[in-house]
């Protein structure tokens, strides 16, 4: 690691860039927990034109916009070069052109300015959310990460070891929010559209599938999308706000369920949420009440650090930099990046 910068405070500061898939975001954090500056660009209006994430066309937006909003975080921070103690990129998983935008920019600044590169795990990444919080949360803890690409229940056996409890065997769960919501003619992204209209609605109108609900700890929400497309065929007058409501339902049953399930099973005290699906209104609070009724202390984090952000990225980050060192800076960036196992 390099010199300590901070003036004899002890502060580290990282800034982080994440660029995985359609948010250009870039913030300043000291010590994985200050939170000084956290920008989040949206590409979703360029992209809700084609219905879904367009690989080349993120790529491009990033290009464009990174430089602006790594500037902004640091200018929202009261920071300058010189202040940081290394500089952090999302290198996986992702679209491969997304990722490398961050990646690259990333290594350019960290040897411009001669800090250390860290490449961060995206899933670790919603995983830090959390600590972003509580630091000081007690192992082994159950986090439950639900994403537009990912569905694991992970066990956090000790500090940025991870064992995989279970994961989709199919859709992720947020696939599954954004195809309902396309099938619905809803919009892109469906999330947060299905998460509105679902709260004006009666989820006892339509009790959908809970698809392997009594076996184990994986999932499958491939099947209730097509079980909501032959509902609405067979009864087209039900209110689409019902159907949203039946359908969030279904799933929030499961993602809970077998979070809680995996956490007896291996004896955890702690459950956690994260990932852009965990700023599901109906998510969070079902988690947090059988949570309760379990016995079992949760965290939900703050929704601006569920989807996608770079100040997670930070918090990843500094952990890495502190208990493994610098990435090398020829470390590349790798789409389907796992996440380092017990
Ligand atoms: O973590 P994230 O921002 O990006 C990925 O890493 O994929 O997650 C995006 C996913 C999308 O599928 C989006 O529809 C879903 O999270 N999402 C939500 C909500 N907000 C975002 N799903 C349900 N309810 C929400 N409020
Ligand atoms: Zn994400």
């Known amino acids: 690691m390099t010199a300590d910068r901070s003036g004899g405070t002890g502060r580290r500061l990282i800034l982080a860039i994440e660029t995985s898939c359609d948010e250009t975001a870039a913030a300043i954090v000291a010590n994985g927990t200050d939170v000084l500056s956290n920008v989040v660009s949206s590409q979703v209006d360029l992209h809700a034109v084609y219905g879904g994430v367009v690989p080349e066309v993120a790529s491009r937006a990033h290009l ?41 920019a990333a290594k350019a600044m960290a040897l411009a300015w001669d800090v250390p590169y860290i490449g961060v795990n995206h899933m670790e990444g919603h995983l830090f959310a959390t600590f972003l919080e509580r630091p000081d949360i007690e192992l082994p803890l159950v986090v439950l990460l639900v994403s537009g690409g990912h569905t694991l229940i992970v066990e956090v056996t000790e500090p940025g070891r991870y064992r995989y409890l279970g994961s989709t065997i199919d859709d992720a769960a947020g696939e599954a929010f954004d195809k309902v919501a396309r099938y619905l003619g809803l919009g892109y992204p469906g999330g947060p559209i299905i998460d509105r209209l679902a709260a004006e609605g009666d989820r006892t109108v339509v009790r959908f599938p809970r698809a392997m609900m009594d076996d184990g700890l994986d999932f499958s929400f491939s099947g209730i999308k097509t079980a909501v497309v032959n509902y609405v065929r067979r009864h087209p007058d039900v209110a689409n706000a019902d159907i949203a409501a039946g359908f969030q339902d279904a799933v929030v049953d499961v993602l809970v369920t077998k979070t809680i399930r995996a956490a007896r099973r291996v004896g955890a005290a702690t459950v956690c ?13 079902t988690f947090a009440a059988e949570a309760r009724a379990a016995g079992l202390a949760h965290l ?34 790798d789409p389907s990046l796992k996440l380092p196992t017990a």
């Open 300 to 333: 939900v984090p703050d929704r601006a650090y569920c989807t996608d952000n770079a100040a997670m990225i930070a918090a990843a980050a500094h952990w890495r930099l502190v208990n493994d060192g610098p990435t090398g800076l020829d470390g590349g960036a």
């Open 273 to 285: 949420l994260g990932g852009g699906v965990a700023a599901n209104s109906q998510l969070r609070e």
């Open 64 to 104: 464009d916009k990174l430089e602006s909003v790594v500037a902004e975080a640091m200018t929202r921070a009261d920071v300058t070069s010189p202040d940081l103690d290394g500089v952090a990129a999302t290198c996986g998983p992702g679209l491969i052109g997304a990722l490398l935008i961050g990646v690259s």
